[in-house]
């Protein structure tokens, strides 16, 4: 069966220091990858997805980035991160074709940048 | 863009009522999803609709895509206190280019024992 993986659970940074979040998917081949952002009792924010090794799309300008260096792996990046970048970070998958059953989430992660 | 308007927004209910929440949208889908999130976690997939006019269950849950394809309702029946939390429907197209699975902007549930 898939699993999603995402870590850490929770993470407390200075503004100005970078980041690193990490994803990875098991039980699959060629998924695509999504990386959205929730700020407190709000929505899913869509960041970044990918649909293959090294292709990444950014939907919205900000302060982060991401890489897919690997099928199943995928990382959120910041090179200086800023107060606003505080939220809870989730990764999702899908396959990456025939019939769509929708995202699976992971268990997110909870940036506060202080 | 394409947009989803879910509401409502939050909702107060007893334990032992039944909840209905619904999104709409002006655009057109082929798929309309349900999400739970429980606070802290990421969210989970409750029911997915794949044609218009399809009733769900899943178990408590009952959920319809609409017939004109552009809206979709999540009943919940004789809640109970671990359905506490925030029910997002999201919506997509086949066909269209990857990350366009919209959400709204989520119901958050809670319930009183």
């Known amino acids: 069966s898939q699993t999603i993986h995402q870590w850490p659970a929770t993470l407390v940074q200075p503004v100005g220091s970078p980041l690193s979040l990490e994803c990875t998917v098991e039980?699959?081949?060629?998924?695509?990858l999504y990386w959205y952002r929730q700020a407190a009792g709000k929505g899913l924010q869509l960041l970044f997805y990918?649909?293959?090794?090294?292709?990444i799309s950014s939907e919205v300008p900000q302060n982060l980035s991401a890489s897919r260096p690997q099928d199943r792996q995928f990382i959120l990046s910041s090179k200086k991160l800023l107060l606003s970048d505080s939220g809870f970070y989730l990764c999702?998958?899908?396959?990456?074709?025939?019939?769509?059953?929708?995202?699976?989430f992971g268990s997110g992660t909870r940036l506060t940048v202080v | 863009g394409q947009q989803l308007n879910q509401s409502p927004q939050s909702m107060f209910i007893q334990e032992g009522e039944d909840v209905s929440m619904n999104c709409t949208s002006s655009?057109?889908?082929?798929?309309w999803l349900w999400y739970k999130q429980d606070p802290g976690e990421g969210p989970v997939l409750l029911i997915a609709?794949?044609?218009?006019?399809e009733l769900t269950s899943n178990g408590r849950l009952t959920a319809q895509f609409g017939i004109t394809r552009k809206d979709s309702f999540l009943n919940i029946s004789a809640s109970i206190p671990s359905d506490v939390g925030i029910y997002f429907c999201?919506?997509?197209?086949?066909?269209?280019?990857?990350?366009?699975?919209?959400f709204g902007k989520g119901t958050k549930l809670s319930v009183k024992p």
């Open positions: 990918s649909v293959g090794i090294g292709q």
């Open positions: 999702a998958w899908e396959k990456g074709q025939g019939r769509l059953y929708g995202y699976t």
């Open positions: 039980g699959t081949s060629n998924p695509n």
């Open positions: 609709l794949y044609k218009a006019g």
């Open positions: 999201a919506a997509l197209n086949y066909g269209g280019s990857q990350g366009n699975l919209i």
């Open positions: 655009s057109i889908f082929n798929t």
